[in-house]
């Protein structure tokens, strides 16, 4: 059980308020889903243009406060305590601040910002503090820097990184920046590939901790292959945004390199969760049950997602699939399969779950969760297929046919979305009531 002094530490206030943004994020993901089926609903107050932004912001705010809540619980597993806990309270109200205005801003249509950033840019302004206070944090607990373990060097890296990117994608408010589109679009999606590539340092560096952890040794955490992976990683948040400049005429020959490493990165943390698996005893195995199930869910995603990016990295193929649901599926596949399901795996080990009636019900999700999520994913890319197909062969064909032929497979989307959304919003309710009732007995 988790000690009730524990439970006011700060960083199970991370992970509480990310949970509920979880339950925000599909909430809104299965009605942005319902106006794929039914178009125009809500087109007066609550479009499209609103619920989309509304939903992958959300659903951005999930992976980013989760993880410093993990990270910061981690490392004061690691460390015996954090620097300051003041510094992560003002951190977490100046993320509150800055997430609820950003999602009021989108309901009451204020937008002024870029493709995923659509609030008015005012309001990164929060937001850069809570990032600062948190680099901040993460550094001053670090005391010596002499033979650390690669998860300290993740999330080190991961939070200068990702602090750097931020500032990187507003760049286009000067506007040098702005004068050539070429460049203003190379940074833009660079900035994005970095985000992405440093909130995975943070997270996949969790997933290095955890594995020695549960396997109570430090065989992954100074091993050869993890610091591989650090280092395959930071060359990622350099260039890995060179895939989503395809379309762009810039040199292809950064464009291949970085697709190449952003696989092999990917290709690396799932041999080293898939050998991790195969070391443990039973024992360990059971007593980590949820964790070590969550872990394996996001290795299969690994998989899959690798597969799909091997797919997509091709050019002919990328040309096809630009802009169709294939891209969709693939970001999804990745923040749900991946980001979603390792987050869960630290948040069960952090809550300390392990009465066999929670465990039972939270593995029942995440079975339903996994064979849904399947289902949407390859609803969404056989959606993009035939998308791509009209894109390229057909242009002449009316618009309002193509996507008349694609309702099936958004009625498929949209069915096993909401399946995927109500495990989500059951699994959080579970643990708010374990933890609840945890609380409550040690009183
Ligand atoms: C943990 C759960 C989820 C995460 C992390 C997540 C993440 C995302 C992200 C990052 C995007 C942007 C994709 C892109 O622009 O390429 C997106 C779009 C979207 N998601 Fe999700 N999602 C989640 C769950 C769901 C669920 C359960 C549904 C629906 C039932 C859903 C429906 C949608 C829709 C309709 C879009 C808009 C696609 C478009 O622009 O055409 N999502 N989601």
């Not at 308020?17 to 599909?26: D, K, P, Q, S, Y």
């Amino acid at each position: 059980m988790v000690p009730l002094k524990d439970k006011k530490e700060v960083s199970f206030q991370f992970i509480n308020t990310g949970l509920i943004f979880l339950v925000v994020a599909v909430s809104f993901g299965v009605l942005g889903a319902l106006q794929y089926i039914i178009t125009g609903l809500f087109r007066d107050n609550f479009s499209f243009a609103k619920v989309r932004p509304l939903h992958v912001s959300s659903a951005v705010f999930w992976i980013l406060i989760t993880s410093c809540g993990v990270v910061l619980y981690y490392m004061k597993e690691v460390m015996n305590s954090i620097w300051s806990r003041s510094l992560a309270r003002w951190q977490l109200i100046f993320f509150l601040i800055a997430m609820i205005s950003i999602l009021c801003s989108y309901i009451l249509g204020i937008f002024g910002g870029r493709e995923y950033w659509e609030f008015p840019p005012v309001l990164a302004i929060p937001f850069l503090f809570a990032w600062i206070l948190f680099t901040i944090n993460v550094f001053k607990s670090v005391r010596i820097y002499r033979r650390q373990p690669v998860y300290i060097w993740m999330w080190l890296t991961g939070a200068v990184y990702f602090l750097f990117s931020f500032l990187e994608s507003y760049l286009w408010l000067i506007p040098n920046f702005r004068a050539n589109i070429v460049s203003d679009m190379t940074i833009q999606w660079k900035s994005y590939g970095s985000m992405v590539g440093g909130w995975n340092m943070l997270i996949y560096g969790s997933s290095i901790y955890l594995m020695d952890k549960i396997s109570g040794t430090k065989q992954y955490s100074y091993s050869k292959i993890a610091f591989l992976l650090y280092f395959l990683g930071l060359f990622n948040l350099m260039f890995n945004w060179g895939h989503h400049i395809y379309t762009l005429p810039t040199p292809k020959f950064i464009q291949y390199i970085s697709y190449l490493v952003s696989m092999t990165e990917l290709l690396i943390l799932g041999r080293i969760i898939y050998n991790w698996r195969a070391s443990l005893n039973t024992a360990t195995k059971y007593y980590n049950i949820l964790p070590f199930r969550f872990l394996f869910a996001a290795d299969i995603w690994i998989f899959l997602t690798l597969l799909l990016a091997i797919g997509m990295s091709i050019p002919s193929i990328n040309a096809y699939t630009h802009g169709t649901h294939i891209t969709v599926g693939h970001t999804m596949g990745a923040t749900i399969g991946i980001n979603t399901f390792l987050l869960l795996a630290y948040v069960t080990d952090i809550f300390k779950i392990h009465k066999p009636k929670a465990v039972r019900r939270i593995s029942t999700c995440l079975h339903i969760a996994l064979v849904s999520l399947f289902v949407f994913w390859i609803s969404l890319i056989i959606a993009g297929v035939i998308k791509a197909d009209w894109q390229m062969h057909h242009p002449d064909e009316a618009f309002s046919i193509m996507m008349y032929n694609l309702r099936p497979y958004f009625i498929t989307f949209f069915i096993s979305g909401t399946i995927l959304a109500t495990c989500f919003i059951i699994l959080v309710l579970f643990v708010f009531k374990y933890s609840y009732q945890t609380e409550n007995n040690n009183e």
